[in-house]
T-cell receptor, first 113, second 115 residues
Framework: AQKVTQAQTEISVVEKEDVTLDCVYE???????LFWYKQPPSGELVFLIR??????QNEISGRYSWNFQKSTSSFNFTITASQVVDSAVYFCALSVLGDKIIFGKGTRLHILP | DTGVSQDPRHKITKRGQNVTFRCDPI?????LYWYRQTLGQGPEFLTYFQNEAQLEKSRLLSDRFSAERPKGSFSTLEIQRTEQGDSAMYLC?????????????FGPGTRLTVT
């Protein structure tokens, strides 16, 4: 069975601070995909990134970066120089072979001005 | 390409009533998924279709829930005899299995409130 754990329920940081959202996943499959989604107060799910299990390269996109480590089954997400607009709920998720997506419970991020 | 659309966006119903939601996937996407998101939780998988065939149903999908995709295009999710515990956001997603099955595009959701 697959599982995604986001241990941080809620995080508050002051604007311009860096913040890392943790994600640990479980699966016995060797081929899988990992995702991060953002859900702002409006409710829609905004896709941020997808990684496949064979690509452990870290990725940076502007102020966002992702650290994928198969050895620890983690896929952490860092926001550098946070902004108030980053305030949202962030979900880490896992999919095996294009099947259903298994989401974590989410981390609610508050960026304080 | 207008993306995944869902109708209605909001639905308020009284306990015991039946409700039906509609999802229109991205044109030519052959997979369609339904998820449910309750307050403070991540979306949870309910069921998915490939074309008109329903390939998997979660144990979350009780007998009061039924989903269809009669012509392999739009889908409907019906909840009979609604209960307060059914209050949630119902999300639909679609993908094209031949190309990128893992790339699911989500709709804006239907928020159901059962009073």
């Amino acid at each position: 069975a697959q599982k995604v754990t986001q241990a941080q329920t809620e995080i508050s940081v002051v604007e311009k601070e860096d913040v890392t959202l943790d994600c640990v996943y479980e699966t016995r499959d060797t081929t899988y995909y990992l995702f991060w989604y953002k859900q702002p107060p409006s409710g829609e799910l905004v896709f941020l990134i997808r990684r496949n299990s064979f690509d452990e390269q870290n990725e940076i996109s502007g102020r966002y970066s992702w650290n994928f480590q198969k050895s620890t089954s983690s896929f952490n997400f860092t926001i550098t120089a946070s902004q108030v607009v980053d305030s949202a709920v962030y979900f880490c998720a896992l999919s095996v072979l294009g099947d259903k997506i298994i989401f974590g419970k989410g981390t609610r991020l508050h960026i304080l001005p | 390409d207008t993306g995944v659309s869902q109708d209605p966006r909001h639905k308020i119903t009284k306990r015991g009533q039946n409700v039906t939601f509609r999802c229109d996937p991205i044109s030519e996407h052959n997979r369609l998924y339904w998820y449910r998101q309750t307050l403070g939780q991540g979306p949870e998988f309910l069921t998915y279709f490939q074309n008109e065939a329903q390939l998997e149903k979660s144990r979350l999908l009780s007998d009061r829930f039924s989903a269809e995709r009669p012509k392999g295009s739009f889908s409907t999710l019906e909840i009979q005899r609604t209960e307060q515990g059914d209050s949630a956001m119902y999300l639909c997603a679609s993908s094209l299995v031949e190309q990128r099955p893992y790339e699911q595009y989500f709709g804006p959701g239907t928020r159901l409130t059962v009073t």
